[in-house]
């Protein structure tokens, strides 16, 4: 059996919802709430403590691409379900990624890293989640539901179809990836590391 | 030792820098190959064919989270480095990430998809790559190199600094990450699949 | 600065003690055990259901070697930390292999798991261990505390040390390694499944 | 459907062979060659160097599990297939694993670790193969064709059955899990590291 696609109704202008959703979140994300996140990966830096980064499914994988830059800047960060991850100590920072902040993995794993005295950043839409009320340190990105008004009308006028279109966590997944890649260049600017730095620790032989 | 951060200089901008990146080539991505690789995706899923995604280090993880999206749209989708990986037969279908075109792993594992008769279909910056070369359908995302003069006069005139922004592979893989969750919510529409179905296929325990 | 090795004083004594472990476990294994995690296993595989196998660490390694395994005999399997994990559901099986029976993480998903109604298999050294009091069928492999006398005496007497040998979790991980490797063979006797037809769905690209 | 196990034919059985196995290659391994071994990792040690484990499939999952090990003894490593890998430089050191010494991916990462001047350190059943030829020291653990006489006439005998008993790669496998931590204990040995000291650098938040 062989289908043919005569036509594409939604990939560009999917496209184009997601990142109208990023630069309006780029707008009303916390200076606030940036600035203190920034201070924890800072100060991890600055003392040598271990950053782990965390998330389930997709929010995880997202966490993974943001620790490998984080090694890429020469912090010394892992990422929880490689099989190399050392323990965690007091003043160690363990950023935690969940869109709802109710993922009960991440939740067990957050009050283990909180009973040893590390840090907890979590990255979440809900400020008053279980994950956001044991962090230090809460940085909002916004989820599907919390515009849901505009993005309703979105669907609605422009596509012509009442169903949300970026499916399930999408939206909070990929801008929390974009958000992530801009507190990496702030890094870089703070801490003094060039690109080339940086490609002088990347990888040259991975999977 | 305690930082302060006093003020922001890249995090807004870099997000709306992705963002714009990501609109731009919303609008230069060929429609034609969309449509050729989404005939690849639709002939998998109804022929019941396995879909193998793979990718090298953050492309890598960019293709792991859109495997996870094909797993709840209903296809039988697996990813490289993951335990659980099937043996790829003919006319499986092979997706491999590499904004180079030239990951040496990722050549080797598409070359042995191919030699078992699979079908490969590259998401990549370079038209001209070993990985386009060998594969059945490419999809061309722009990487940075590819805008560079673009993107020097943003860098330039807008942020008032010289070295380009996003580090190193980023904006290639971001766009390809809203790429692929566009091509998700196109996917949903030709097979029917609604959110609901897509939610019901999700893992209840994950990490 | 370059070191010299003159003299191996235990590779090989180790490497039989954990042998002689192996074999004293043989022995003492409950055979009654052991045939009701082979009726679990067997019912999943005939009534297609899925099996889900974790632990944490070295534990979760040997679970995805035998994770593996059971792929290979045509079991609809998945490994927890694995991208592509589907949900669970009432009737499948999750098998939790910890030593101690005390790991949180496994805890949390082995409850997460039986709230939706699978079934669960543990591998433990503690048959009064919060995972196993919550297991519907528990395989006793006993770790290093369980048989320390003799071990100490092996330890004083042949080697002529006060510390215990292996390591940590090692015996419990090797044991459990060994006997999980004859349920395969045993699985293939009771699902007529030969070594030929494992071999057919052995991944032909992997890492 | 419910199946009922009246009887079990192999499990004990394949437990004692496999042990067996394990008591008859710690006679004949090369003492020689685990020195050379020996003396390439308290090299990478003393020197700082990093050290990667690689291989595929279940001899990746023996890998990790050894990784794991040296991270305790303090060894800096990685392993191939974790998010977190750093670049590899001359004088690092490449453990990699492969009971037939022809598995692609491996001798491809391995050929790309030699490019730029690490130590390659073979695990494999075949001296002659592909990856023993590029490596500096070579480890020989006997895999099942290579005592196919004595398994026949064991699994002939013995049982009273003519298929070989332990699956693919199975002996192979499990022996060079158990060489791999009989070598921890030696390191435990040579550097003067104690099972506290393990213990203490063991994972506290872990999947």
């Keep these: 059996m062989t289908t043919k696609i005569e036509e594409l109704k939604y990939v560009k202008n999917i496209m184009r919802e997601i990142a109208t959703y990023v630069l309006k979140t780029s707008e009303i994300v916390s200076e606030e709430q940036i600035k203190r996140a920034l201070e924890l990966l800072v100060n991890a830096y600055r003392n040598n403590k271990t950053?782990?980064?965390?998330?389930?499914?997709?929010?995880?994988?997202?966490?993974?691409?943001?620790?490998?830059?984080?090694?890429?800047?020469?912090?010394?960060?892992?990422?929880?379900?490689?099989?190399?991850?050392?323990?965690?100590?007091?003043?160690?920072?363990?950023?935690?990624?969940?869109?709802?902040?109710?993922?009960?993995?991440?939740?067990?794993?957050?009050?283990?890293?909180?009973?040893?005295?590390?840090?907890?950043?979590?990255?979440?839409?809900?400020?008053?989640?279980?994950?956001?009320l044991l962090s230090d340190v809460v940085v909002i990105i916004p989820g599907r539901t919390k515009i849901s008004a505009e993005e309703d009308y979105f669907?609605?006028?422009?596509?012509?179809?009442?169903?949300?279109?970026?499916p399930l966590g999408t939206l909070f997944e990929d801008t929390t990836m974009i958000f992530l890649d801009?507190?990496?260049?702030?890094?870089?600017?703070?801490?003094?590391?060039?690109?080339?730095?940086m490609s002088n620790r990347h990888a040259n032989i991975e999977l």
């Design 51 to 132: 950053v782990l980064v965390m998330g389930a499914g997709r929010s995880g994988l997202v966490g993974r691409a943001f620790g490998m830059r984080l090694m890429h800047l020469g912090f010394r960060t892992y990422v929880l379900g490689d099989t190399i991850v050392p323990p965690i100590r007091k003043e160690d920072l363990v950023i935690a990624i969940s869109g709802s902040g109710r993922t009960k993995l991440i939740i067990t794993a957050a009050e283990a890293a909180k009973s040893v005295g590390a840090k907890i950043l979590a990255i979440t839409s809900f400020p008053d989640s279980p994950l956001a």
């Design 155 to 166: 669907a609605r006028q422009i596509l012509g179809i009442h169903e949300p279109l970026a």
């Design 182 to 197: 801009s507190l990496i260049v702030e890094l870089m600017s703070i801490l003094g590391v060039s690109e080339k730095d």
